[in-house]
């Protein structure tokens, strides 16, 4: 696995990360903790240097201290503050007290001396970012943080907070299918030095080819709640799903590897975090990182999908999701 600079940052991490929620959260039961465990170092032994969790993500960040704490001197760990009381659905809290007081727990959780990598998991508009900015920059000069993140920001949002503590990385949802930041935050990034870290680069799963319309989710599954996982949704986007294994068929990859080796090829200081609770995917998507798309082939996978249009929106307008998404 090849290293990648997250922007101007010196933030140095593997292509590829290990979006870590779904280990215990987000699609329905939680892994057994010592499948989770060999899971997380299978990942290091792979190469695999970047681990994303968040408070909000259950016990997921005491899981990835036990997980990486024999190798955390090889490591680099993200995780994430700015839900009320841990919970999504509550809405957003990033008083500076709560920054804190969250900062304190993911330390001790994590068993770590510092954070690598401190993100807001989204923009709380009850709070002004310069303050946010300011809070993560004091605790960057304690030294319990190394850099400071943004999750799901808008451009004017970022450029506030840049301007107070410089943003290392900002993570947004970023695939095939759901390319909004083309538009305005990837030139916002590229001219900030800031790098960028795709979450649900594969499309939440669908990407691979293992999800159709008549696949049962979990109840707790939280796809269950996206009209883009309706079943009518998912059965009108089957023709994605079948024109890029199409692309894969003429590569000799897999649609994952396909969809990431996409990603990663939009930027140089992209670095996609895709999750999984299977060793065989985890080493499937790992493979992405040694796929090298030309020009001609982007080229080739941009007309080819161009012509397709993605049923259904990312969230519901009216849930508490949605409304987290900053525009500014």
Not at 208 to 213: L, Q, S, V
Not at 276 to 291: C, F, L, Q, S
Request: glycine fraction near 10%; aromatic fraction near 8%; include cysteine.
């Amino acid at each position: 696995m090849y290293m990648r600079n997250l922007g101007s940052s010196g933030l140095q991490v593997s292509a590829l990360g290990f979006g870590c929620m779904g280990l215990t959260a987000g699609y329905g039961r939680a892994m057994d903790r010592a499948e989770a465990v060999a899971l997380v170092r299978a990942a290091v032994d792979r190469g695999i240097t970047f681990f994303d969790t968040a408070e909000s993500y259950g016990t997921n960040e005491d899981l990835l201290g036990e997980a990486l704490q024999p190798v955390r001197d090889k490591v680099v760990i993200a995780t994430k503050f700015g839900f009320a009381n841990g919970n999504p659905l509550a809405g957003a809290d990033s008083r500076p007290e709560r920054i804190r007081e969250v900062t304190e727990t993911s330390l001790r959780r994590l068993r770590v001396e510092r954070i690598d990598l401190l993100y807001q998991h989204r923009v709380d508009p009850a709070v002004p970012i310069e303050d946010v900015a300011g809070t993560v920059g004091d605790l960057i000069r304690e030294g319990k943080v190394g850099h400071f993140g943004l999750s799901e920001a808008g451009a004017a949002t970022i450029r506030r907070a840049h301007a107070v503590q410089p943003v290392a990385a900002l993570q947004s949802e970023y695939s095939l299918w759901w390319r909004e930041p083309e538009h305005e935050i990837l030139p916002t990034l590229e001219e900030l030095g800031i790098g960028f870290v795709p979450f649900s680069p594969l499309g939440k799963g669908f990407l691979t080819g293992a999800i159709d319309e008549a696949t049962e989710f979990h109840k707790y599954d939280l796809r269950r709640a996206l009209p883009r996982f309706s079943r009518s949704a998912r059965e009108a986007n089957q023709a994605l799903v079948r024109q890029l294994g199409t692309v894969a068929e003429q590569t000799g990859a897999t649609r994952a590897q396909i969809a990431l080796a996409w990603v990663l090829a939009q930027r140089p200081w992209i670095v996609p975090i895709p999750g999984t609770t299977k060793a065989a995917r985890m080493e499937e998507n790992a493979g992405a990182a040694d796929i090298t798309l030309t020009p001609a082939d982007l080229a080739a996978i941009d007309a080819s999908l161009a012509a397709i249009e993605v049923k259904g929106g990312r969230y519901f307008p009216d849930s508490p999701l949605a409304s987290l998404v900053d525009r500014g």
